[in-house]
């Protein structure tokens, strides 16, 4: 997936700094583990899921048995519209029709078929138009293919054919008296509030400038919804998940026009309020004749260092900065500008940390594997109920700045520490007085928490834990050192 930032260039200059580790004494530390909470509560579902595109033939043999071991039960695949419908639907045929000529489905039927039995859900990204679904008028030295104010009618029409082919009763080509599996989750469109995905970000207004892109992106939004939900009512429609950062003023646009170019980023907070019709900091609602309509709303939030690291700006939203879209959220659900009416997932439907190796200028392989345990936990304590990382496997080492170095593998294959830090998630956090224990349990069974002491490892409690679910405890924020889970294999050691 294209950005205007890079995983690689998001972790310079961020190191988090580790926690000097205090020295208890033996006695103490017994007194300290009266405090841990014994008794369970109930936790929020998390949904661990990858983003990539190493699953096509011939490679998936090997990645896709990886991707469900690693404890993934979702893998968000790129739709380009594009490529599936390259030509306009010729005159008279209905273009919600799966089976319309205009469409080229054999790819995604593919896919589709190799995780089908494996426990591992697809989901479709819905995204980039082709030049035909364009409207006129775009400017000549336009960088971004399929962005240029798409066409919201013909992209409902695709959302129904998709919803259609993949509703689980629609025959499989390829083998008959079988259908082709059912897809239940679709995100439309990829990071909306950049003008290389959506243009225009901006357009003038009585001599101001004034945000374009929401609106568009809105009737795209609910043209989609419309389409999904057509074919299966309990269908999920995720909104696209805007980018970290934005720019205050279109000023900043490369291009003259102030319409497109690397510059022209919509700050998230700003697009989503703008999205959801509420006006400035304050939210103050604004006309909203035709409201937006989504399941989940989504971010990608990359951040400039660790994931604990806020943005600079008030409107740009890194990881621990969830709660920006939140407070956006619970304004407009009541005033009618967030339908249906109802509670709102929160998704995380990209991000990743470039390590080094293979990237010189990414994060040791340690930091990799801590940082993306720190931030499921940030996403999760946030309210995220599924989070999507980006990618399975590094890209091949060129090292251009388009590349990816954000692998849980390398590129030939060798396991990353990232590998076991996304199956068995674990984490210890400060949390005022106390400190919380956190992780995913890979496997159900008894499950041990343990300290080290010495030479050692002491349990501070057991919990019967179930094979990816959340298991959560407190325990004396005095209580430092290094710290494992054990449930028949070990977690990373995480140091607090």
Wanted: proline share 9%; net charge neutral.
């Amino acid at each position: 997936m294209s950005s205007l930032y890079s995983p690689a260039m998001s972790c310079l200059g961020g190191r988090r700094t580790k926690h000097t580790v205090a020295v208890v004494a033996a006695a103490l530390s017994a007194v300290m583990l009266c405090s841990i909470a014994a008794r369970a509560r109930a936790t929020p579902a998390f949904t661990r899921a990858i983003t990539d595109n190493v699953w096509s033939y011939p490679v998936w043999p090997q990645w896709i048995p990886r991707t469900e071991a690693v404890g993934a039960r979702m893998v968000l695949l790129e739709v380009d519209w594009i490529t599936v419908e390259p030509t306009p639907p010729p005159p008279g045929v209905d273009a919600t029709n799966p089976s319309a000529p205009q469409y080229s489905w054999s790819y995604l039927d593919g896919l589709v078929r190799e995780f089908e039995g494996t426990g591992v859900s697809p989901a479709f990204l819905v995204t980039d138009a082709p030049a035909w679904a364009e409207a006129p008028g775009g400017p000549a030295d336009f960088e971004a293919d399929g962005a240029w104010r798409p066409n919201a009618t013909a992209f409902g029409q695709l959302a129904t054919a998709l919803a259609r082919r993949y509703s689980g009763s629609y025959p499989d080509p390829l083998h008959p008296g079988h259908t082709l599996p059912r897809v239940r989750y679709f995100q439309a469109w990829a990071e909306a509030n950049f003008s290389v995905h959506l243009a225009p970000q901006w357009t003038r207004s009585g001599g101001t400038w004034v945000p374009a892109s929401p609106e568009i992106y809105r009737s795209l939004l609910n043209a989609f919804y419309a389409g999904i939900k057509s074919v299966h009512s309990d269908n999920v429609v995720i909104t696209e998940g805007s980018g970290p950062y934005g720019d205050p003023l279109p000023g900043g646009c490369s291009s003259s026009s102030g319409e497109i170019g690397n510059g022209c980023r919509i700050e998230p907070a700003m697009f989503v309020r703008e999205l959801l019709c509420l006006h400035g900091e304050a939210l103050r609602p604004e006309s909203c004749p035709n409201p937006a309509h989504f399941d989940a709303l989504a971010m990608d939030p990359y951040e400039v260092g660790g994931p604990s690291t806020p943005a600079a700006t008030a409107d740009d939203v890194s990881a621990p900065d969830l709660g920006k879209l939140t407070r956006i959220l619970n304004k407009a659900g009541p005033l009618g500008r967030a339908l249906p009416r109802g509670h709102k997932q929160l998704w995380v439907t990209e991000f990743g940390y470039d390590s080094n190796p293979p990237n010189p200028g990414g994060v040791s392989l340690a930091t990799q594997a801590r940082w993306l345990d720190e931030a499921f936990y940030l996403f999760w304590k946030q309210g995220v109920s599924t989070a999507v990382w980006y990618l399975v496997r590094d890209q091949a080492a060129t090292f251009d700045a388009n590349d990816y170095y954000t692998g849980l593998y390398f590129y030939n294959g060798s396991p990353k520490p990232s590998v076991e830090a996304f199956r068995f998630p674990f984490v210890v956090m400060p949390s005022g007085r106390s400190a919380t224990v956190w992780g995913i349990s890979p496997r159900s069974g008894s499950l041990a928490v343990e300290r080290r002491q010495g030479r050692s490892w002491k349990t501070l409690f057991r919990i019967r834990a179930s094979a990816g679910n959340v298991f959560v405890r407190t325990i004396s924020a005095q209580l430092h050192g290094n710290f494992r889970a054990d449930v028949g294999e070990t977690s990373l050691v995480w140091k607090y």
